[in-house]
C-alpha cells in the first residue's frame, strides 16, 4: 500500500518508519521544534504533533497505538487507543501521550512516540428491525461468560 505524506515540517526524518520487516506498526516521531521538550507530568496527558500528514486510500484507516517499550518502561501510553484516522482527514498527525508512570516524561524532537498501523474499514448499512435473531449467548453482557477458560 503506498501511502502519500506530506511533511509540515519539511523533514524526512519524521517519516513514519518500520523497526524490522515483521512489524505491523511504522513509528511516529515527534515534531518538537529543535532544543525544546514537551514534559508530561505523572497522571498527566500532552497532544504530541508529529509534523506529517496522510493520504489514506479509500476504504482504510490509520489506527495510532501506544508502543510497547514506552508503556513497560515509563507508564507512557496513547490515551484514546486506538486513535482511528479516517481516509478522508488530510490535517496533522497528532498523538494523545498520558503518563501514567511515576515521573515525569520528555518528549523531543525525534522521541519514537506510538505507533501507525493500516487497517481495511467496512461500513455498516443498518437496518432498523423489531427484533433480532438469537444466540447463545443472548443478552449476556459485561462478565457474562466468566474469567475461567473452558
Do not use: W
Not at 101 to 115: E, K, L, M, N, Y
Amino acid at each position: 500500500m503506498k501511502i502519500q505524506v506530506s511533511c509540515t515540517a519539511s523533514s524526512p526524518e519524521l517519516l513514519p518508519r518500520y523497526q524490522s520487516p515483521g512489524s505491523s506498526g511504522a513509528d511516529l516521531c515527534a515534531d518538537v521544534p529543535p532544543g525544546r521538550r514537551i514534559i508530561i507530568q505523572p497522571g498527566a496527558y500532552e497532544r504530541i504533533p508529529t509534523g506529517i500528514r496522510l493520504e489514506i486510500p479509500e476504504g482504510y484507516e490509520a489506527q495510532v497505538r501506544p508502543r510497547s517499550g514506552l508503556s513497560l518502561e515509563h507508564g507512557i501510553t496513547v490515551l484514546n487507543t486506538p486513535g482511528t484516522i479516517d481516509s478522508d482527514y488530510r490535517g496533522e498527525i497528532q498523538v494523545i501521550l498520558v503518563n501514567r508512570g511515576s515521573r515525569p516524561f520528555p518528549v523531543s524532537r525525534g522521541t519514537r512516540i506510538a505507533q501507525i498501523v493500516f487497517a481495511p474499514v467496512v461500513q455498516a448499512d443498518f437496518r432498523l428491525q423489531q427484533r433480532l435473531g438469537g444466540s447463545r449467548r443472548g443478552a449476556g453482557g459485561f462478565g457474562s461468560t466468566g474469567t475461567q477458560g473452558s
